[in-house]
């Protein structure tokens, strides 16, 4: 699998694993979180990737930031040879990068003014004057919408949304060519949620940065609203992956399938009905034989409980994991996207 | 009523305040008719090193408010004096161990690994040694002085300080607003210093009155045996050492000095106690 041109981040078998219940003489046990896991991330795009709690999601986030090494694989940046690159070089290379968390309360440090916070990366990177800093991040709060009068005040005196704010003016303030966003709505309020998604939407239309996207998320819904393609993540590995539209009107993979009928308020219920699967995901500290996902699988086979379904690629760049995919539905034409 | 960390604390902290500001203020205090600056008349009207061999071991009285010492040395001049050397060795003490501390602690809670093993083998090393026979032995081979102490004192103590900031920066360091710094490109010293040690550090200030107290007692503890201050400095503890003779016919020689001493290890402690939300009432 090679990148297609115009391809910014470009991530290949990615293995990270984590030891758990060794000591007293018992053997650790060694947990795979992320498992041989590869996508693309255009320049300028937005790639979600979408998961439940466990898949793994959070962990290729701190992977492709490098603030955890991966026990395998390579992500390659802008050309880059990303994880090669030795420590002084890394902190260069990382004023392309931007990151927003999924908790505003926790990652801004609560003694910092807002303009410390958002002209951090300014002073690491030796970016301006601190007069021009400090104009920056006036126009940096202004771009967020928030008041020049922030400045001055701590993380404390705003609310969970404004905090968000910040933290996405942080992102930004090194004009990165790639934000990884991180569940970057999912501790918000419902109604500022749309507000946040909105702001993070017009800025990478407006940045003339044109920042590439790595969107982190469960809810579909939003998912939908703001990424072009979308990988599918379960227990640690990429069970499909494809352009949103197509992904979302047509899911090739059945837990795709489940994932979609099971969001609330929508309103097919018969689809809903047929897809209720019951049963918890599979541990990745216990993972069945065959197909990780086998043991909630409605169309489960015989072959699916022994071995596990290699990477299937469609034509139209399309890819999922399993031996009975669900059939494309015709009702859908690829070039629609 | 509700009491809170700061009422708890105000008594203490005021009457420990006085001590240092005594010691401020001791030159202007207590002076000889000659030796004052700008030619003002003390209120103690006595110089604390001048001996006067015709009144010696004199009572408290209109003279002398806390009585003469047996050279004859006003011994409320000599208290007033002395605690420029309790508070200084008292103060430096406090504020090495808790540089050294906090440093270390920092350092071993943010780089972990084999950084974090060797702080804590020192932190043990040093916790297992009880502390005033490190402190003697120390007191043994360098010269005497002030310093020297605070210096002992501090490197006996800086482990408590050093083993509360480790905890509170093991929990910083894995705060997401560290890693966002990290993933922005900042620094392992910036890390250190601009996000972990600032968080990190009030626990280990509140353990600065008490290592302030320790150091005062030290200091006395270790002058009373004469490894402390040298004379002419008037130490509470030689003044304790010198009225061992006496002490059965002029009890104020000893009791002065044994009082102040009480009251700033005290109040220093009960500071503690209040900073660190200990005892109550």
Sequence with gaps: MT?????????RGLWKSFGTGGGWGRPARRVAAVADVSFDVPAGKTLALVGESGSGKSTIARLVLQLLRPDAGAVSFDGLDWLGLPRAELNRQRRKVGVVFQDPASSLNPRMTVEEIVSEPLLVHRIGTASERRERVVRLLAAVGLPAAALDKRPGEFSGGQRQRIGIARALATEPRFVVLDEPVSALDVSVRAQVLNLLLDLQEGTPSRPAYLFIGHDLGVVRAVAERTAVLYLGKVVEEGPTAELFAAPRHPYTALLLASQ????????????????????????????????????????????????????????????VPEASTGNFSPSST | MRTTPRTRAAPAAALLLLFPLVALLAPLLAHGPSGGPGGLRAPIPWDPGEPDLDARLRPPGADHWLGTDDLGRDVLARLVHGARVSTGVGLLAAALSIAVGALAGALAGVAGGATDRGVLFLVEVVQAFPPLVLVAAGAAFFPPAAATIAVLVAATSWPDSARLVRAQARRLVRAPFVD??????????????????????????ATAPYVLGAAVLTEAGLSFLGLGTPPPAPSWGRALADARESLGSAWWCAAAPAAALFLFVLSARRLGDALSGRGRG
């Design chain 1, 3 to 11: 990148a297609p041109p115009g391809t910014l981040l470009s991530v």
């Design chain 1, 264 to 323: 609330p308020g929508r309103r097919d219920g018969a689809s809903l009905a047929r897809r209720r699967v019951a049963g918890e995901p599979a541990s990745a500290a216990a993972l069945p034989p065959g197909c990780p996902f086998h043991p909630r699988c409605p169309s489960a086979r015989p072959e699916c409980r022994r071995e596990e379904p290699t990477e299937t690629v469609e034509p139209s760049g399309r890819r999922f994991r399993c031996f």
């Design chain 2, 180 to 205: 966002a710094a990290r993933a922005g490109g900042a620094s392992a010293t910036r890390i250190l210093f601009r996000h972990v040690l600032p968080g990190a550090l009030a626990p280990a200030l």
